[in-house]
């Protein structure tokens, strides 16, 4: 029985492939276990790739974090003013400079990831940011945030997937007092 509960998101991924790809006018019937194969491993790569994301961001290893991102890649995030920033060095410089020192906790969830082609995808995800930073350039910055990541990723030359565009939505922001944190334990 507990083999069979260990199965059941595998099945239901499935499932889910076959219908995502019915919708795009492949028929589920005609597609092959090497294709389910291959897109389950693609999801599967695409949300280690957010994770990975999460955790270079909120650990501060902004080498490891610009690795998630095309080279070419655009960030924009909601607010007032909304921000734009195109380039990966451009996206990292920017990012740090507002988010350090500080500490962050970044979470991702319900991910809805559609494989457009072989080497391209995109994804919507759940999302809980609780940042206080104390930036040297501008106000310092509290905030507990909710919303969405609406992203297209790219597969390079290397079969690594890597995000391409990002789209930060917030539907909720609620304000914090920007304290100094206690420092966390290794």
Do not use: N
């Not at 597609?31 to 650990?59: C, H, N, S």
């Not at 500490?103 to 995109?122: F, K, L, N, Q, Y």
């Not at 609406?150 to 939505?169: N, P």
Request: hydrophobic share 40%.
């Amino acid at each position: 029985m507990r083999a069979l509960f260990l199965l059941l998101p595998l099945v239901l991924s499935l499932l889910a492939c076959d219908r995502q790809r019915a919708g795009e006018g492949a028929d589920a019937e005609e597609m092959g276990m090497g294709d389910v194969t291959q897109m389950l491993w693609d999801m599967e790569q695409i949300k280690q790739l957010k994770a990975r994301y999460f955790r270079a961001l909120d650990t501060r290893d902004w080498e490891g974090w610009g690795q998630v991102f095309t080279e070419d890649a655009r960030m924009e995030v909601s607010g007032e003013p909304v921000v734009v920033v195109e380039g990966r060095a451009e996206i990292v410089a920017f990012v740090r400079s507002r988010l350090s020192p500080g500490v962050s906790v970044h979470h991702g969830h319900m991910p809805e990831i559609t494989i457009e082609s072989a080497r391209e995808a995109t994804g919507i995800w759940a999302m809980f940011d609780y940042v206080q930073a104390e930036p040297e350039s501008g106000p310092p910055i509290g905030l507990v945030g909710y919303g969405h990541y609406h992203e297209t990723y790219q597969k390079g030359a290397d079969d690594r997937w890597r995000i391409r565009s990002m789209r930060l939505s917030r539907l909720r922001v609620d304000p914090i007092p920007p304290v100094p944190a206690i420092p966390a334990t290794p």
